[in-house]
Every structure is written in structure tokens, then in C-alpha cells.
């Protein structure tokens, strides 16, 4: 009984570490993830509309949709430390 009471800090802070790396990681993909949906959306709008320019647009759409969520993020994660 009493080891697992003394366990339990343990498991927490494993717990708490992959929480810290998964936050991390979301940081790391947002902005790549957003250009990527972004242009696979602009470049499916160009093939039915016969428009050439929605590929960019996309791209700057993603771009800026993955900073929003990468400054998110990380205010979250700045004010978790305080």
C-alpha cells in the first residue's frame, strides 16, 4: 500500500511530461500542417473552377490559420508556467 502511494508523484510527472511533448509537437507541425491543407484546398479549387491563383491563396490562408494556432499554443503553454 504504501508503495504505491509513493508511486504515484511518479506517474504524474511521466503524465505530465508527455502532455509537455505533445504541446510541443503540435507546436512543431501547426504552421507546415496549415500550408499543407491550405494549398491541398486551393489546389482542389483551382481543378473545378479553372482558377490559378487559389493554390497561393490557400498556401497564405494555411499559413496564417498555423501561426494562430501556433501562437495559441503557446500562450497556453507560457501561462501554464506562471
Known amino acids: 500500500m504504501a508503495d504505491e502511494i509513493q508511486n504515484e508523484p511518479k506517474k504524474s ?7 509537455q511533448v505533445e504541446q510541443m509537437v503540435q507546436l512543431a507541425i501547426a504552421l507546415p500542417a496549415g500550408c499543407l491543407i491550405g494549398w491541398l ?15 497561393l491563396a490557400g498556401i497564405g490562408v494555411g499559413a496564417v490559420a498555423g501561426f494562430v494556432q501556433l501562437f495559441t499554443t503557446a500562450s497556453r503553454i507560457l501561462n501554464k508556467g506562471k
Open 41 to 55: 484546398a486551393g489546389a482542389w479549387f483551382d481543378k473545378h473552377y479553372g482558377l490559378n491563383w487559389c493554390g
Open 13 to 19: 510527472s511521466v503524465v505530465r511530461s508527455f502532455g
